[in-house]
């Protein structure tokens, strides 16, 4: 079995949910605390045992990838001033280990998938949605991995929602349930209302099978005339095992204003230097 060794970021969205805010900086630099969205799902990849990072990114992201560069004048002036440079430590990778290309046209996230195969080539891979902040310990896709290194094959992660929301997501349709673990007999993207085959969402992070891509080639219009990865995967269902693992951990959307909200108060509230006064505050309020 061939270790998971590259993650694909799909950091090309255009963020209009977040305007003006997203209107000169990339939605995946919008802080939560003091991390922009994407140090959260690099970390979780690193942390995974991830070797590659690899952003899918369209214009106006460049500071995607400043963010991971060496910053000169801004080392060179901590350093003069006698300030610690730990704070950019999570922010350190050696040349080659983040890449990126371009998706040039908003067609779908499966097409974004699409863009990083030559880069991905002939191994499995992560997938990592930014927008979804996951915490957990082991971290999200780390569940995946450990789950992979036993079955193989195809592991995304799953988590179930009030029915009323399934139509916002991709869902499951489930097979054989074991613990944590459930056979995955189909997918539907973003289903009626009414209509989905489960409550049991896909939450943006997924271990996938090189053989997706060739899938993904055909270029097939799903949901919202999109090119969608929950569509490709669903195709695999059958030539290749599927499993879905529910995530034992805290789901924040920051995708939307009421979740991206809630993860800076839940994360605040998780640092030992910030939680007693925001605690306090909350209580006064
Ligand atoms: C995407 C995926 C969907 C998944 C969701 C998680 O949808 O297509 O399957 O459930 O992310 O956030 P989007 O949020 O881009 O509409």
């Known amino acids: 079995m061939k270790p998971v060794r590259k993650a694909v970021f799909p950091v090309a969205g255009l963020g209009t949910r977040f305007l003006p805010a997203t209107k000169a900086i990339p939605k995946e630099m919008l802080t939560v605390v003091d991390r922009p969205l994407i140090q959260y799902a690099v970390d979780e990849a690193r942390e995974a045992g991830i070797e590659q990072m690899i952003f899918v990114t369209g214009r106006g992201k460049g500071a995607l990838e400043d963010h991971f560069d060496i910053s000169y004048e801004l080392e060179a002036t901590m350093r003069g001033r006698g300030k610690s ?95 944590n ?59 290749q095992p599927f499993h879905g693992v529910t995530f034992d951990g805290a789901r924040h959307d920051c995708g939307e204003k009421v979740g991206f909200v809630i993860a800076n108060l839940a994360l605040s509230l998780q640092r030992e230097d910030m939680a007693p006064a925001i605690r306090a505050y909350l209580a006064n309020l």
Not at 88 to 113: C, D, K, M, N
Not at 217 to 232: H, M, N, V, Y
């Open 85 to 179: 440079l730990e704070p950019l430590e999570p922010t350190r990778f050696p040349p080659g280990a983040i890449v990126s290309v371009r998706q040039q046209e908003p067609l779908g996230l499966g097409h974004a998938v699409w863009c990083a195969r030559d880069i991905v080539g002939d191994e499995p891979f992560a997938v990592l949605l930014p927008d979804e902040v996951m915490v957990g310990q082991p971290n999200c896709l780390r569940q995946l991995v450990d789950v992979y290194e036993r079955i193989g094959g195809n592991v995304v992660a799953t988590l179930e929602v009030p029915p009323e929301e399934t139509h916002r997501y991709g869902v499951v349709d489930p097979g054989k349930r074991d613990g």
């Open 181 to 239: 673990l459930t056979e995955i007999r189909g997918l539907v993207e973003k289903p009626a209302q009414g209509t989905a085959p489960s409550n049991l969402m896909l939450p943006g992070r997924y271990i996938l099978q090189p053989e997706v891509m060739q899938v993904l080639d055909r270029k097939e219009k799903g949901a919202g005339g999109e090119i969608q990865l929950t569509d490709a995967m669903a195709q695999l269902i059958g030539t």
